[in-house]
Every structure is written in C-alpha cells, then in structure tokens.
C-alpha cells in the first residue's frame, strides 16, 4: 500500500536543529512534488516548504525562510527538511504531502497523499 511515514521529530531548545525525513513505500517519489506543512494546536494546516519533482524549485514560507532547507533523493526515495535556528513558534506537527503532478502547489486539497505527521517540540 502506497503510503509516506515521517521521522526525525523530537524535543529541542530554542536555537537547535532537527532533520525530518519524509520516506516514500509502495511508489516512487520520481514524479511527484514534495511539500511540507505543519499544525499547531487549535490552528489550521499551513505550508511550509516545497520541492518540485526535479529538484531545481524549491519554496519556502516568510516564516522559515532562510532557517528551513528542502531536499530530495529520489534514488532513496525520500524528501528531507533541514531545520535550523528553530524558535517556539515552530512547534507543532509536521506533515509530508506528495502531489501527482510534479509542481508544487499551495492548496492543501491538490496533495494526493500524507503522511501521519511527526511531533516538533521548540522548548527550553
């Protein structure tokens, strides 16, 4: 069954990093864009970043950019987000989508598939 899982999530202080992996099963992650949105408690799903299927784009929201770093390897099948200078404000779940049509989009109903999101905790 075609499925992405998350991992990399945890606790960490204000300042630190985390890596997140977003790995696909049961398909290829060839020819779909990769993005990645986040939920804090009582707010909606917003975007994070994104990937096209190539690679070559890449995008970022206002409030991580210059912190967070999208990256693909398609030979493992996997989407990364590098995390740094984390601050409170990003605690909160983070998902991985995968849209079927190589481009990234900003609505969150054009992503075809999710992952079942990992715990990002920013606390001193």
């Known amino acids: 069954q075609a499925h992405l899982v998350e991992s990399g999530g945890g606790l960490v202080q204000p300042g630190g990093s985390l890596r997140l992996s977003c790995a696909a099963s049961?398909?290829?992650?060839?020819?779909?864009?990769i993005g990645w949105f986040r939920q804090a408690p009582g707010q909606e799903r917003e975007g994070v970043s994104c990937i096209n299927f190539h690679g070559g784009t890449t995008i970022y929201a206002d409030s991580v950019k210059g912190r967070f770093t999208i990256s693909r390897d398609n030979a493992q099948n996997t989407v990364y987000l590098q995390m740094d200078s984390l601050k409170p404000e990003d605690t909160a779940i983070y998902y991985c989508?995968?849209?079927?049509?190589?481009?990234?989009?900003?609505?969150?109903?054009?992503?075809?598939?999710w992952g079942q999101g990992t715990q990002v905790t920013v606390s001193s």
């Open positions: 989508a995968a849209r079927d049509g190589y481009y990234c989009s900003g609505l969150l109903y054009e992503y075809d598939r």
């Open positions: 049961g398909f290829t992650l060839d020819y779909y864009a």
